[in-house]
């Protein structure tokens, strides 16, 4: 009798602790998960939203590393005729050392955020390396090399270019699991692809950079960011 107490307490401790594993963590909501490894850019929290400013390409980070996650989050970028306007997501993201801009900066797998006339927000983007864009295809930008494996969705369709509202919030969902990577944009699979170079790192929100912020401090070129969740799988 006690050993079916004891067997029945473990499984539902287990139990818990899988439900515990598997809620969704809001990572947005504290600072202190978050770090800025690079001179130029600054985050705000204003309520529920992370404010993103830099003068060049620049991601704030989280200080934990993940494996295997969905990722769900909402960015708002301003809709600016004079000035190229630019984020998004990096994840399983790594750090080094740069001596051009005598500072950390970040390289990973980014999921695209892309209000331009070329509308590629959704794409999958392996920033600071030498891969450039997995998906869509680049003209002269593209490398994707021995670790791109499969893609299960080819074409870059009207309906992926038209996922992304620009000047409204816009809902994204990156799911990365073992070498298969999904992004959504506002409920739309833009995505989705098996890749093995990176399997686990930094998850950061993205400013490319602002002229107008660097030469005469003018905020209009603000990222916003809100409601960042987390699940580890």
């Known amino acids: 009798m006690i050993r079916i107490v004891l067997t029945a307490l473990v499984c539902a401790f287990l139990s818990a602790a899988v439900k515990a594993a598997d809620k969704p963590i809001d990572i947005g909501a504290d600072s ?4 800025n490894v690079s001179s130029f850019g600054e985050a705000h929290w204003l309520g529920n939203e992370i404010h993103l400013l830099s003068t060049a390409n620049w991601f704030f980070l989280t200080k934990k590393r993940y494996r295997d996650f969905e ?6 970028v301003p809709q600016l005729d004079d000035e190229y306007v630019n984020s998004g997501i990096i994840f399983r993201a790594q750090t080094k050392y740069s001596d ?3 500072s950390q900066y970040a390289f990973g797998y980014q999921a695209e955020v892309d209000p331009s006339d070329r509308r590629w927000s959704g794409g999958l983007y392996e920033q600071a390396t030498e891969r ?3 998906f869509p295809l680049h003209d002269e930008r593209s490398n994707p090399g021995e670790h791109f494996k499969e893609n299960y969705s080819p074409q870059w369709s009207d309906e992926k270019s038209a996922a992304f509202k620009n000047g409204q919030w816009n809902h994204y969902k990156v799911r990365a699991q073992g070498p298969e990577i999904k992004i959504w944009v506002n409920d739309v699979l833009t995505t989705h692809v098996k890749d093995t170079h990176l399997s686990e790192g930094h998850i950061g929100i993205q400013h ?3 002229t107008s912020f660097a030469e005469r401090g ?4 603000t990222v916003k960011f809100r409601n960042i969740y987390v699940r580890e799988l």
């Not at 202190?32 to 770090?35: I, K, S």
């Not at 990722?71 to 708002?76: D, H, K, N, Q, R």
């Open 71 to 76: 990722l769900e989050l909402e960015v708002l």
């Open 100 to 102: 051009d801009i005598n």
């Open 32 to 35: 202190t998960l978050w770090m």
């Open 218 to 221: 003018d905020t209009r070129n």
């Open 132 to 134: 450039q864009w997995l």
């Open 208 to 210: 490319h950079g602002s």
